[in-house]
């Protein structure tokens, strides 16, 4: 009937994911990796989301409502950090952090 | 007979305890075990002849002492075997070697080695009495191979300097060529009888060999290949004058009394197999003979008293093996016997000459001795006698008996006889050539004879016994095969009688009286030269051999073949390095690594879908 | 009829506004205009949830993700000072090549991903359904009360962990003081 905004919505999510992707691996900045992650977060729940609706079931929304409450945390976490690196290094460079080479 | 274990076992134990005593015993201690244990080994060896030699005893002993290993069908045991033979070996290994040992506790009073030295000389003697009273070939094997590595150690007992270490080297080296051949007839002889206990096969021999047949001729030239190597004959004879670069005992005891018969023992122990190759014997007869021949001239042109009796050993033992080809079994043993008492005699003479001369070794040193030095005089006098086999000595009887039997021999026989014959002469010549430059003449430096008690009795004891050992008889009649029976023309005794003496006579010409000089061969430098390093052989073997082999090894210097896991290394190396890239700490590395892999675990997945 | 196309429009729309959005997002040298671009493609995603029949679910994205989280990114860049001179690092930090490599990477990627989509057969005849509000509640409260337990002390950790990690440190320490105080 209606599968295809079911097919697109998943296309869509798979695109989303790897534009998020992309900017994870291009950016230098910390604070724009993180926020490609959010992306590509978002694109995992919009998968469970249609997944949901293609099924009718509330545990896509369940998912969605757990990876939300996952990427908060991690933000949260994540940016503290971000904070931290900016006071010693004076840099939000992501290639300063590389003693752990070798 | 129940102690025959006794006799190897003593040495074995003393060299245990010095061994394990180095550098805590003294001297005297290290003395009394060192003669002590071979003494003893002496005794019980009479005790054990007073067995055999009384009425009612049996002709042979086999006793089992405990299995050794067994693999296969192939059983092999530490086991003893006494009969006449070795029984003869015994006489000759520790008496000999006791009064060897006397003299060395003497002689080598002054080295700091002392026990280590006895411990070598008791390791070899213990060696030797178990290759002598072996019951079956690998256990004989095993003291081949304890001789020669003790032949090693005490050829190289002064080791700080590298030419002793060489000469030791080459010893053991050209006596391993010979070692191996010993082991693959060994091997063969076991595919073919299936057992390799020496009484076994002295039985199944006549039985399952076809005389003159392929395999009983490869199995005695084998076995012939090793006993040429352990006894210094040609083509591997050219370890024994480099050999003397070790004490004088051991050239007494090793390289002339015992480890160098050991060749002519082990031919006349299997002599079954040999009787079943005639071709093989006849080769052992050239060989003794040529040896006899080439170390015979060499030793007339060498100027190093050791070197002399060095060669004139090579020649003895060629005497031996041309004995036993001809088939002269039982007088190649007494000559066996006898030449260890004179040769062990002339050695320790010899010795004793250096010591007084302050370690001059070079005759043409040397001179006019035997007014300061009689008593080594009069037995180097008795041992040389004894060596050209004037007539009442004990030489006399075997080397008479030898030629007797060489001229019987159908084809080759009047031709052996006459080498034979020139042999003696040559012997006459060279070792009274010896004793003239030595002890007659002007005196060209002053001796002082070496004070102790050790020195001269056992000279005397084995001057006396190389002069009346003629009169014994060896029981090895019932254990060899009879020499031919029958006598050649008298001229022929007369002739063998005679050349020596011809020898000594030119020999007092050239060397006292200075005459004929020219008989010297002055200004023929060139063969000199020839003949005094031992007709080119060392340096055939050196072109032959040593040039290509260090070159080979220079070539090979980074180990090729090692190279296949250097490769290895190399390879996980470098794969180490390449792969110590990826982390490089770099998170958006990192990141790409990450999506990389999960493009390739995707795509796996869905081809396989 | 109309409504048909109507909802075909306003999904098809919200699909090219989320992309766009996302695109430019991930390109931009300033960090606020990146945040505010990253709003908007959160708010289009909520309008295709709602249009999904996950009223809910266009519920939190708003609530949480473009109301709190993005307010928690819009906080720090203000808090790191990035202003002309970090967008002038950007530009440096974002040379034409460097998008080469990744875009390849995400390109294989996402090819995978539609074949892995549409390859194999689909298990019954699927369309949009929506699932009410009350019914992911009941199931919250169900079933998946536990869901609801974990995602609290996820939070709470993650609470603590920011808190600690991001404290303000005395001033007159060095950096190097700085390290190791964080080692303790």
Known sequence: ?102 | MQQLWLIPCLPLVGFLLLVLGHGRCSRSVARLVGVGSVAMAALVTLWVALDFYSPGAAQSYQVQLWPWFSAGTLEVSFGLYLDGLSLSMLFVITGVGSLIHWYASGYMWQDPDYQRFFAYMNLFVAAMLMLVLADNLVLLFLGWEGVGLCSFLLIGFWHQDPANGYAARKAFVVTRVGDTAFAIGLFLLFRELGTLDLPTIMALAPEQFVMGANRPTLIAALLLAGAVGKSAQLPLHTWLPDAMAGPTPVSALIHAATMVTAGVYLIARTHEVFLQAPDVLLAVAFIGLFTLLISGFTALNQTDIKRVLAYSTMSQIGYMFFALGVGAWNESVFHLMTHALFKALLFMTAGSIILAMHHEQDIRSMGGLRRQLPVPFWCFVIGSACLVALPPTSGFFSKEAILNASWQLPGYGPWLWLGGVLGAFITAIYSFRLLFMVFFGPQKAQPHEPKGWQFHPPLIILAALSLVAGWFVLPTAPVLPASPAGHPPTWTIVVAITMPLLGIGIAYQVYVRHQWQGLRFAQWQKLRQFLFQGWGFDGLYKGLLLTPFTALAQVNRNDIIDGLPKLLIQLSRFLHGLFSQLQNGQLRFYIATLASAAIIVLALALKVL | MIWAYLYNIVFYASCGVTVLATILMISRHNAVHALLYLIISSLSLAIIFYLLGAAFAAALEVIVYAGAVMILFVFVVMMLNQGQRSAAHEAAWLPARGWILPSVLAAILLSLLLIGMYSGQPLQPYGVHGVAVKDVGIALFGPYVLVVELASFLLLSGLIGAFHIARKMPSHMSSNELEEVDHG
């Open chain 1, 1 to 102: 009937m209606d599968s295809q905004y079911i097919d697109h919505a998943m296309v869509l999510a798979g695109i989303l994911f790897c534009l998020g992707l992309v900017g994870v691996m291009v950016r230098r900045n910390l604070l724009f990796m993180m926020i490609s992650i959010e992306v590509m977060l978002n694109a995992a729940g919009l998968a469970f989301i249609a997944a949901g609706s293609a099924w009718g079931q509330p545990e896509g929304q369940i998912m969605f409502l757990a990876v939300i409450t996952l990427g908060a945390a991690e933000v949260a976490v994540g940016l503290g950090l971000t904070l931290l690196l900016f006071r010693h290094h004076n840099s939000v460079n992501v290639d300063k952090l590389n003693q752990l080479r070798g």
